[in-house]
């Protein structure tokens, strides 16, 4: 069964920090590519950040360029997502991913739950 579960999320002051996790089993942890997106009420999901199988590739959105990093680590099949200095319009709902390395929600076929994330000012 392909299982992603994100955790990590909740509520931080602007300019914080929040660390989201995401556990993944079967094919999903497999996939070429694992990515986070987030959707805010009212807007499209967007994307967010996108790692390799390997590793050695990875990118950001502009939005979050210098603030966020993806990284995986397969000995426990988990990708992370580090969120630093974090702005109120970085609030959403945040959704782990497995699919090709692509920076669009059709790249990916296997999804979370997903993650509240909200920022105070």
């Known amino acids: 069964q392909v299982q992603l579960v994100e955790s990590g999320g909740g509520l931080v002051q602007a300019g914080g920090s929040l660390r989201l996790s995401c556990a993944a089993s079967g094919r999903a942890f497999s996939s070429p590519a694992m990515g986070w997106f987030r959707q805010a009420p009212g807007k499209e999901r967007e994307f967010v950040a996108a790692?390799?199988?390997?590793?050695?590739?990875?990118y950001v959105a502009d939005s979050v360029k210098g603030r966020f990093t993806i990284s995986r680590d397969f000995a426990k099949n988990a990708v992370y997502l580090q969120m630093n200095s974090l702005k109120p319009e970085d609030a959403a709902v945040y959704y782990c991913a497995g699919g090709i390395y692509g920076g669009n929600s059709y790249d990916y076929v296997h999804w979370g739950q997903g993650t509240q994330v909200t920022v105070s000012s």
């Open positions: 790692i390799s199988w390997s590793g050695d590739r990875r």
